[in-house]
T-cell receptor
Framework: AQRVTQPEKLLSVFKGAPVELKCNYS??????LFWYVQYSRQRLQLLLR??SRESIKGFTADLNKGETSFHLKKPFAQEEDSAMYYC????????????FGKGTKLSVKP | DVKVTQSSRYLVKRTGEKVFLECVQD?????MFWYRQDPGLGLRLIYF???????EKGDIPEGYSVSREKKERFSLILESASTNQTSMYLC?????????????FGPGTRLTVL
C-alpha cells in the first residue's frame, strides 16, 4: 500500500538551530516525492520536489531509497519558516494524484 | 501565476442541507481535486477529475459528489450535510503530463455544519 508517514506532529526549534522534518514512505516502485508548505493564513504551496534537486528558502531534501525516506532539512531555521509542512508522493501513472502525510507543524522560536 | 479560487472562505450550514462548494482555475489545467484538511489527519482526497465530465473517487468519497461540466470549474456537493463534514475543504488543480503532480491550491473553504 502507498503511504506517507510524518512521525512528528509538532517540531519546535530555536532560531538559528538546524531543523529536520522527517518523512518516510511506502511504495513499490520509484515514486516522486514532494514537500508542500502552508504558512499561516496562506494557501498550501509546493516547496520542493526531489527530481529538481533545488534548494528552496534554504531547505533541501534527499531521497533515500534504501531507507525509503525524504527528510526535509535546513541548517539554520528562521522564524518565517514556522508553518505546516506536508510530505507527499506521486506514483507513476497516478494522473497527478498525490498521497499526503499528516503534516508536521514547525514552530521556530526567537 | 496560477489562480485557483473557491467560492466561499467561510460557510455555515445546517444538518441536512445541500451544500455546493465551487472551485475555478484559470490555467486550463486538466486535473482538479477536492481534499478535506483536518488537524492530525492531514489532507484526504475526496474526489478528483482528469477531464471534463470525468470523475474518480478518492479515499473518502462517502457523503460527497462532484460535478465537472466545464474544464475550469469543479464543484463539490454535500447532498445532505452532517456535522462530521465540518472541515476545511481545499481545491487544487494541476496540468497533465510530466508536471501533473505539481498541484496548485485554492485558499480553502471552512465549512461548519450545525
Amino acid at each position: 500500500a502507498q503511504r506517507v508517514t510524518q512521525p512528528e506532529k509538532l517540531l519546535s526549534v530555536f532560531k538559528g538551530a538546524p531543523v529536520e522534518l522527517k518523512c518516510n514512505y511506502s511504495y513499490s516502485g520509484s515514486p516522486e516525492l514532494f514537500w508542500y508548505v502552508q504558512y499561516s493564513r496562506q494557501r498550501l504551496q509546493l516547496l520542493l520536489r526531489h527530481i529538481s534537486r533545488e534548494s528552496i528558502k534554504g531547505f533541501t531534501a534527499d531521497l533515500n531509497k534504501g531507507e525509503t525516506s525524504f527528510h526535509l532539512k535546513k541548517p539554520f531555521a528562521q522564524e518565517e519558516d514556522s508553518a505546516m509542512y506536508y510530505c507527499a508522493l506521486s506514483g507513476r501513472g497516478s494522473q497527478g494524484n498525490l498521497i499526503f502525510g499528516k503534516g508536521t507543524k514547525l514552530s521556530v522560536k526567537p | 501565476d496560477v489562480k485557483v479560487t473557491q467560492s466561499s472562505r467561510y460557510l455555515v450550514k445546517r444538518t441536512g442541507e445541500k451544500v455546493f462548494l465551487e472551485c475555478v482555475q484559470d490555467m486550463d489545467h486538466e486535473n482538479m481535486f477536492w481534499y478535506r484538511q483536518d488537524p492530525g489527519l492531514g489532507l484526504r482526497l475526496i474526489y478528483f477529475s482528469y477531464d471534463v465530465k470525468m470523475k474518480e473517487k478518492g479515499d473518502i468519497p462517502e457523503g460527497y459528489s462532484v460535478s465537472r461540466e466545464k474544464k475550469e470549474r469543479f464543484s463539490l456537493i454535500l447532498e445532505s450535510a452532517s456535522t462530521n463534514q465540518t472541515s476545511m475543504y481545499l481545491c487544487a488543480s494541476s496540468s497533465g503530463g510530466a508536471l501533473a503532480d505539481t498541484q496548485y491550491f485554492g485558499p480553502g473553504t471552512r465549512l461548519t455544519v450545525l
